[in-house]
């Protein structure tokens, strides 16, 4: 890590934001995903946010493609997780978070956000107050930046 103030540059702030989440990641394993993996929790992330998608864009935003996804989606129905519902044109299906998909994550994010806590309680409050307004910058700008990669996508489709 940087002990280093003065104006870091974007490289180095990614360095280290990379290392950072792959720390995250090591504890967020501890708190315990399962029964779901990496890919079917970003599935779950993205109907949270996207309630009623369709396969295609949920491929789409995954970045995969529909005969996977689907099969993402049938574990994740067998679990109770998703649902998939009749489109209005009923010739497609809409995808939700089931209230047990609600419910997983809920819990989820209370055991990350405990182990988290652990180790924010042994950092200095002024390291602590630092790290709170970097976040809430990175957030802002992150969210604004994939809403305009949304957008943009969106007019050219």
Same mark, same amino acid.
């Not at 995969?64 to 689907?70: E, H, I, L, M």
């Not at 309680?121 to 990669?149: N, W, Y």
């Given at each position: 890590?940087?002990?280093?103030?003065?104006?870091?540059?974007?490289?180095?702030?990614?360095?280290?934001?990379?290392?950072?989440?792959?720390?995250?990641?090591?504890?967020?394993?501890?708190?315990?995903?399962?029964?779901?993996?990496?890919?079917?929790?970003?599935?779950?992330?993205?109907?949270?946010?996207?309630?009623?998608?369709?396969?295609?864009?949920?491929?789409?935003?995954?970045?995969?493609?529909?005969?996977?996804?689907?099969?993402?989606?049938?574990?994740?129905?067998?679990?109770?997780?998703?649902?998939?519902?009749?489109?209005?044109?009923?010739?497609?299906?809409?995808?939700?978070? =089931?209230?047990?998909?609600?419910?997983?994550?809920?819990?989820?994010? =209370?055991?990350?956000?405990?182990?988290?806590?652990?180790?924010?309680?042994?950092?200095?409050?002024?390291?602590?107050?630092?790290?709170?307004?970097?976040?809430?910058?990175?957030?802002?700008?992150?969210?604004?930046?994939?809403?305009?990669?949304?957008?943009?996508?969106?007019?050219?489709?």
């Amino acid at each position: 890590m940087t002990s280093s103030t003065a104006r870091p540059r974007p490289p180095e702030v990614a360095r280290v934001t990379s290392q950072a989440a792959e720390l995250l990641e090591v504890l967020w394993g501890r708190a315990s995903t399962a029964p779901v993996s990496p890919s079917q929790l970003r599935v779950l992330f993205i109907l949270e946010h996207n309630e009623g998608i369709n396969l295609r864009t949920l491929a789409d935003a995954l970045g995969s493609t529909p005969p996977s996804t689907s099969r993402l989606c049938d574990r994740l129905q067998a679990v109770g997780f998703v649902e998939r519902r009749a489109a209005a044109s009923r010739r497609e299906l809409q995808l939700h978070l =089931s209230r047990r998909g609600e419910s997983f994550l809920v819990g989820l994010r =209370s055991r990350r956000e405990t182990a988290l806590q652990s180790v924010l309680e042994q950092m200095p409050a002024a390291q602590r107050s630092a790290l709170l307004r970097g976040l809430e910058g990175f957030c802002a700008t992150a969210a604004a930046q994939i809403h305009d990669d949304d957008t943009f996508d969106a007019r050219t489709a």
